[in-house]
């Protein structure tokens, strides 16, 4: 141990005299690495100025599209069609419909992950990481599914979602009818309590809020020198996209614009603030997205309300099974260990997240249910050009509406967009989308035999659910798995 | 003189004794800069990885990339909906309109430029500049409409277009009742001769032998240090879409992709051949394609035949006004002088390259007729943030489809493909393209006012049909404007 100790300190004499930065290299080898986790809310692919978007959509992204320069970027990372199911599946590394969580709660339901689930954030807290989150929840709305029940020492946010702040608003609108949205704020081993009403002055100020809270919890951290997960769901770009007032203007495109803008401010915020604690070494950055852009209306024009955002080459929005749903743009940046500067398109799906960052973090993927997330650790460090993942079954609502599986896409349902209803088709429909980006020549002849490989992937998931039996939406604590 | 010269020869030594690469900018002062102007042949907007797609799209586009990282790279570069028409318009600085070359030329017609038209070439050609053309030229089929009549010093290519390889592959093909396509080759004050049939094993090998000619002729000036003017019309990704021997099966996603994988080869080989001969500090380099990417069928789905390329967010296809036509990509790199890494979203329109590069290159742009174009140079240099243009009207053929003014596009008629009917609308659209890339959200209210400055636009250009009438398509040589 002594003379382990005197090589590492000779190493460090050489890196001095050579002004070498070695320093947060010795430190990634002694500590785990904190991660820095930014979801922005139906932020399509095609937003962001590193994936073709940016200055030619109407808002410049200097900060995420720099990140990505520093980093990995992904072109064919997946996520679930809606916001509840996505985030579900991104805290569990389960489908969302093993859990109940696979749509957005109508109101008043029992809503969320039930008690009996286990986030990433509970694993990461007990492999010692400081742990936050800061946004919006959306995966359960009541004491005991609060993220401050599920792993997190400490949050603010809300617990549902931002168009609730539209309620104020609306002609007859009685709070004893419907209890209105409150921004909360709770603490491991406290009841949350209520801050303040989420209207639309506060759905305005609400990511500016988020962003000094982050770097609080951040600076205390640097202090403290104990590692931490910070898991950040900003509430943009989602409707009503009502930009800080710092930030109207700013583009001169309106207020989905100047949202974006301000996104784009809050991860530069966060990226300064990691650079002046001087803990951007040692830091993985994820910046990514809970699902496609907001569709367009039933008219074909877009609603003034919904962002009608843009999913670049990808057909369609989110609530459907097509591309431009479950696309979305994700940057991982970790400096020397994850390749800067490089885009893949392999497929990943946002429940490999959890046994990813647990791998990472030295912290435990529960063995007593199915997790669907495959480790990618590998891939995202450049050790191998492959994904550990070939395929996925696409879930929209409780339907299974397609597989998708190498670069195919086999649909077994029409929907075109979420306002319509989808329709159940007699032969199912395959594309090639490495050639057809649009979902829009079925080439099923002479390519029928993607079907078996696609019906190997739901017979498996079928095969699981029999040991592991899925969950209902609305189960009540507490849930006991059947033995 | 002599003082001068001691100056910069001291400056050259401290050069030399920090490795800085002293000679090239010293070179740029002294010289003309070269040009290399690479048009590529219905490639969408949404193609390049740096725009958005390359590996996400089945084809990774690295050189091409990397040349946008070194330069300017345009969001919002305009070019007219067809072949003929945009290369009209690049070549003399007019819309196609006014030169009767708005269409792809119908079979049998007297085609192309009138022998009264000036091209870019003529105007380089005099100002001291080696000229060569490889490639498709599309605006002039016949002795005295050939490159080599049009200021180019030599040329090699096609005078029409690709699709017409297939024609010796089609039933009952009679080469008595349509001449067959023919490969010609020419040069200054000669007559073009025929090398050979332009059919599909042509068509596969027609960019490798484009780009050897190149390189061979950028190594010919590199000796004999006349700055020169290389336009390189490559004949990818037009259908069909055959790639070389040599990059088949490379993408692994088919012959398309294997085209584009093709493309962007030969782009590198070209700037490997600039780096090579130490050109490269004192060329100007454009990237740029002549319209959007081929359409679907009529049936909804892609043609095999077709490319069914992307537009990334842009609605539409080639043959059309809509953005997905209009906007193509364009990457220009000028080491030191044009701004390294710069996006920009500024209006720039494909008229607009013979006066800018005229006045960059000292050469003349002619007095004596309507000229579209306007100057950004400064733009282009990074000495102003804007370009010059603010609007222009879009026809697609002979009719008057739509206008573009700053962020908005009317449109008088409504046409989402080639194929369909171009329908007249009673009530012009209006469209915010910061915030609709899709033009499916017609905001003609509130922002009717919007019409007023399109109708000045089309008034503009009325009225200086007044003193310059517009040249009927069909017209014979010699064209002898009207006093």
Redesign the interface.
């Known amino acids: 141990m002594k003379w382990s100790g005197k090589i590492n300190l000779s190493l460090a004499t050489i890196a001095v005299l050579f002004g070498m930065a070695m320093v947060p290299a010795a430190k990634a080898q002694a500590k785990k690495p904190n991660i820095v986790y930014i979801l922005t809310d139906n932020l399509g692919w095609?937003e962001l100025?590193a994936?073709?978007?940016?200055?030619?959509?109407?808002a410049?992204t200097p900060r995420i599209d720099k990140l990505a320069s520093e980093g990995l970027r992904l072109?064919?990372f997946n996520v679930e069609a809606q916001c509840t199911p996505s985030r579900s599946a991104l805290m569990t590394g389960r489908f969302a419909i093993r859990s109940g969580t696979y749509a957005v709660p109508l109101g008043g339901v029992p809503e969320g992950l039930t008690g009996w689930e286990i986030t990433i954030a509970q694993s990461l807290s007990a492999a010692g990481y400081a742990t936050a989150m800061y946004g919006k929840w959306h995966i359960g709305g009541v004491d005991g599914r609060l993220p401050n029940d599920k792993g997190f020492d400490e949050w603010y946010g809300i617990p549902r979602t931002t168009d609730e702040a539209m309620w104020f608003q609306s002609k007859g609108y009685d709070e004893s009818i419907a209890k209105p949205p409150y921004i909360l704020e709770g603490k491991k081993g406290e009841k949350s309590h209520e801050v303040t009403k989420y209207d639309l002055q506060q759905r305005r100020i609400m990511d500016t809020e988020l962003t000094r809270r982050s770097i609080d919890f951040i600076e205390r951290n640097a202090k403290s020198g104990k590692p931490f997960f910070l898991y950040l769901p900003l509430t943009q770009v989602h409707y009503p996209s009502l930009p800080a007032p710092d930030f109207v203007g700013k583009t001169g495109?309106?207020d989905?614009?100047d949202s974006k803008a301000e996104m784009d401010h809050h991860v530069g915020e966060i990226l300064d603030a990691l650079d002046r604690l001087s803990l951007s070494q040692n830091t993985i950055v994820v910046f990514t997205s809970d699902n496609g852009p907001e569709p367009?209306t039933q008219l074909?024009?877009?609603s003034p309300i919904l962002n009608?955002g843009?999913?670049?080459?990808w057909r369609g929005a989110m609530f459907t099974a097509l591309e431009g749903s479950l696309r979305a743009p994700f940057i991982i940046r970790w400096p020397g260990q994850v390749p800067a500067g490089k885009?893949?398109?392999e497929m990943v799906h946002c429940v490999d997240i959890f046994p990813t960052l647990a791998r990472i973090a030295g912290a435990a993927v529960p063995q007593d249910r199915a997790i669907d997330g495959v480790d990618q650790t590998e891939f995202f460090l450049g050790k191998q050009e492959k994904s550990n993942r070939d395929g996925f079954p696409v879930y929209v609502g409780d339907i299974l509406m397609a597989v998708k599986w190498r670069?195919w896409k086999v649909h077994f349902y029409l929907l075109d967009q979420a306002t319509d209803p989808p329709l159940k088709l007699l032969i199912p429909r395959v594309y090639?989308l490495?050639?057809?980006?649009?979902e829009?020549?079925?080439v099923g002849y002479p390519n029928s035999w993607v079907v078996y490989p696609a019906v190997k992937i739901i017979g498996a998931f079928q095969e699981s659910t029999k040991k592991y039996p899925l969950i209902p939406m609305g189960t009540p604590d507490p849930y006991v798995p059947p033995k």
């Open positions: 095609g100025g994936y073709g978007g940016g200055v030619a959509l109407g410049p072109t064919n495109h309106g989905y614009a367009p074909g024009g877009i009608g843009s999913a670049g080459p885009v893949s398109d670069n090639d490495d050639i057809d980006p649009k829009q020549r079925d």
